[in-house]
C-alpha cells in the first residue's frame, strides 16, 4: 500500500473523508468528556511553518499533545529550509526522524516535493493554492449542525484565494453545489475552477451567491502577503461584505463561517461573528478535533503500508 498523504481534499476519496468527518465529531465528544486518549505515545510531528498561524500551530500541537505524542515547531528561521536547503534533501532527513509532518508555506509545489521524498505522511496546513483542513473544520461544523452537506448550496463570498480553491474541490467530493461571488480580476484561477463545472457556479453579485444559500462563506480581502494592496482591495470588495442584510437573500436556517482572523468592518459587518447563523467559534474549535482524526487516519494507514 502507499503512503498516504493529504496535500488537498482529493487525496482521500469521500468515503475516507466523511470517515474523518465522523471520527472528528467522536473524537470531540472524547475531549469535553475529558477522556485520556493516547494512541500515539512515543510518536512525533514535525511542524514546518514559513507562514505564522494561530489555530494551525495551537489545533496540530494541542491535538498530538493529546493523542500522547509531542511536536516539534519549526519555522523557516530555525532549519536549513530557510536557509536554501533543497526541500528535497531536507525532507529525507526530518522525515526519517518523525512519524508524520505537517507544513505551512507558500508555493504549493513546495508541499508536494516534500511529500515526494518524504517517508512519512506529510499533511498540507495551507499553501496559497490549497487550504483543506479547514475544509475538513468546516464540513464538520455543518454536519453538527445540519447534517450532511450533500445537495445543499453553499455561498463564496470574496476573493478566489486558496479557501475558494479548496471549497471548489470540496463541491466535488461532498456533493454540493458552489456559487461562488468575487470582485472581476478576484475570480479563482480557471484551472481550479475548470474541471468541477458540475457543481460550481460563478455569479456576479454577493447576493446572487447568498440567495437560497445554506451556507454562506468568506474570508479577508488581502491575504497574508497581499498586505500592499489593502487599499485596492478595500475599493474592489466594498460590494462584497457579508453582513445581515446580506444572510437574509439566503435560507431561514443558513449557517455564517469564516476561517478567522476576521476583520470587522472589512469582509464582514461589525456584528457578523456573533449574528444567529455565525457558527464560527465552533468552526474554530474543529480545526483541533478535525485534524486529530486526519492525524490518526494517515498514520494508521501508514502503519498498514509497513
Same mark, same amino acid.
Request: charged share 25%; net charge negative; with cysteine.
Given at each position: ?11 482521500l476519496?469521500?468515503?475516507e473523508?466523511n ?23 512515543g ?6 511553518f ?12 494541542a491535538?498530538?499533545?493529546?493523542f ?17 536547503e533543497p ?18 508555506t507558500?508555493g ?5 516535493r ?7 505522511? +506529510?499533511?498540507? @496546513?495551507l499553501? %496559497? ?5 479547514? $475544509?475538513? #473544520? ?7 449542525h ?17 479557501m ?10 461532498w ?19 475548470a ?6 457556479e460563478?455569479?456576479d453579485?454577493?447576493e ?26 478595500e ?5 462584497y ?5 446580506? +444572510?437574509?437573500? @439566503?435560507?431561514? %436556517? ?5 476561517? $478567522?482572523? #476576521?476583520?470587522?468592518?472589512e ?12 457558527v464560527?467559534w465552533?468552526?474554530a ?16 494507514e ?5
Amino acid at each position: 500500500m502507499a503512503l498516504r498523504h493529504f496535500l488537498t481534499l482529493a487525496d482521500l476519496n469521500t468515503d475516507e473523508l466523511n470517515q474523518v468527518i465522523q471520527r472528528a465529531l467522536e473524537l470531540k465528544k472524547m475531549q469535553h468528556q475529558h477522556q485520556v486518549y493516547q494512541p500515539f505515545v512515543g510518536k512525533v510531528m514535525g511542524m514546518i511553518f514559513e507562514k505564522s498561524s494561530t489555530r494551525t500551530r495551537v489545533s496540530f500541537e494541542a491535538g498530538m499533545t493529546q493523542f500522547g505524542g509531542s511536536a516539534i515547531f519549526l519555522s523557516s528561521r530555525d532549519t536549513q529550509l530557510g536557509r536554501g536547503e533543497p526541500i528535497e534533501d531536507s525532507a529525507r532527513v526530518i522525515s526519517s526522524m518523525l512519524d508524520i509532518v505537517m507544513i505551512r508555506t507558500f508555493g504549493h509545489e513546495i508541499v508536494e516535493r516534500f511529500a515526494e521524498n518524504s517517508s512519512v505522511p +506529510v499533511i498540507n @496546513a495551507l499553501t %496559497d493554492d490549497h487550504h483543506p483542513c479547514q $475544509l475538513l #473544520a468546516d464540513i464538520q461544523t455543518f454536519v453538527e449542525h445540519r447534517g450532511s452537506i450533500k445537495g445543499k448550496t453553499v455561498a463564496w463570498i470574496g476573493d478566489g484565494n486558496n479557501m475558494c480553491n479548496s471549497y471548489i474541490e470540496a463541491a466535488h467530493m461532498w456533493g454540493f453545489k458552489l456559487k461562488i461571488a468575487s470582485p472581476k480580476g478576484y475570480e479563482p484561477k480557471e484551472k481550479f475552477l475548470a474541471p468541477f463545472s458540475h457543481c460550481v457556479e460563478l455569479v456576479d453579485s454577493a447576493e446572487a451567491a447568498a440567495t437560497q444559500a445554506d451556507l454562506i462563506v468568506t474570508d479577508v480581502w488581502a491575504s497574508m502577503g497581499q498586505e500592499e494592496e489593502q487599499k485596492i482591495r478595500e475599493k474592489a470588495f466594498a460590494d462584497y461584505q457579508v453582513n445581515e442584510k446580506l +444572510v437574509e437573500f @439566503a435560507n431561514p %436556517d443558513c449557517l455564517f463561517m469564516h476561517c $478567522l482572523p #476576521a476583520h470587522r468592518g472589512e469582509e464582514i459587518s461589525e456584528n457578523m461573528l456573533t449574528h444567529k447563523s455565525s457558527v464560527v467559534w465552533d468552526e474554530a474549535e474543529n480545526r483541533l478535533h478535525a485534524q486529530k482524526a486526519l492525524v490518526e487516519f494517515l498514520i494508521n494507514e501508514n502503519l498498514k503500508a509497513n
